[in-house]
């Protein structure tokens, strides 16, 4: 079976500070792909960063790195310099290849302070 | 430009009424979803769509239905509404390539009282 785990539900970090959100996943599958998307309390999703599991190297997108440690499946989302605007509630979610179903982990809600 | 289009966007039942959730993509996806957003739970998978002509039970389908009418449009019924399905429902779509992600609908806001 194909899980996400995200164990911090709420996190606080100061504005212009790295913030990292964890996240470990399981699966069986050879072959899968990591996501994390971003819903702020408008409640749209919007797609922040994407890493494929034969990846050699970590994906980045701006201000955005995902921590990509396959041995011990995690997937670590890492927002350098953040803003007021990142306060939102962020999804860690994995692809299973052979099926093309996508699953989502609990979420962890980030608040950004001045 | 619509991308994953929804509807309806809020929507009020009383336990045992039914309704049809519509959700339509203009990108040409093969791939369909229904979501359902809770508190503390995540997005769970009820059902989804490989493609055209296909559908498969997800992580919780229990008191629903899909049918995927073409390739553009994947509705979600529920036959007799339960308190236990207010929520908030998404469509998402995405292309069979691997490294494609999910493209989400707006949401629909679900209440059954």
């Known amino acids: 079976a194909q899980k996400i785990t995200q164990t911090q539900p709420g996190m606080f970090v100061q504005e212009k500070e790295a913030v990292t959100l964890d996240c470990t996943y399981d699966?069986?599958?050879?072959?899968?792909?990591l996501f994390w998307y971003k819903q702020p309390s408008s409640g749209e999703m919007i797609f922040l960063i994407y890493q494929g599991s034969y990846d050699q190297q970590n994906a980045t997108e701006g201000r955005y790195s995902l921590n990509f440690q396959k041995a011990r499946k995690s997937a670590n989302l890492v927002i350098s310099a953040s803003q007021l605007g990142d306060s939102a509630m962020y999804f860690c979610a994995m692809r299973s290849n052979n099926f093309n179903k996508f699953y989502f982990g609990s979420g962890t809600k980030l608040n950004v302070k001045p | 430009n619509a991308g994953v289009t929804q509807t309806p966007k809020f929507q009020v039942l009383k336990t045992g009424q039914s309704m049809t959730l519509q959700c339509a993509q203009d990108?040409?996806?093969?791939?369909m979803y229904w979501y359902r957003q809770d508190p503390g739970m995540g997005l769970r998978l009820i059902y989804y769509?490989?493609?055209?002509?296909?559908?498969d039970k997800g992580e919780v389908p229990n008191g629903y239905n899909v049918s995927r009418l073409n390739k553009r449009e994947f509705s979600l019924r529920l036959e007799s509404a339960a308190p236990s399905q207010t929520s908030v429902y998404f469509c998402?779509?995405?292309?069979?390539?691997?490294?494609?992600?999910?493209?989400f609908g707006s949401g629909t806001q679900l209440s059954v009282l």
């Open positions: 998402a779509s995405s292309p069979l390539p691997r490294d494609e992600k999910l493209f």
């Open positions: 699966t069986s599958d050879p072959s899968y792909g």
């Open positions: 769509s490989a493609s055209e002509g296909t559908t």
């Open positions: 990108m040409n996806h093969n791939s």
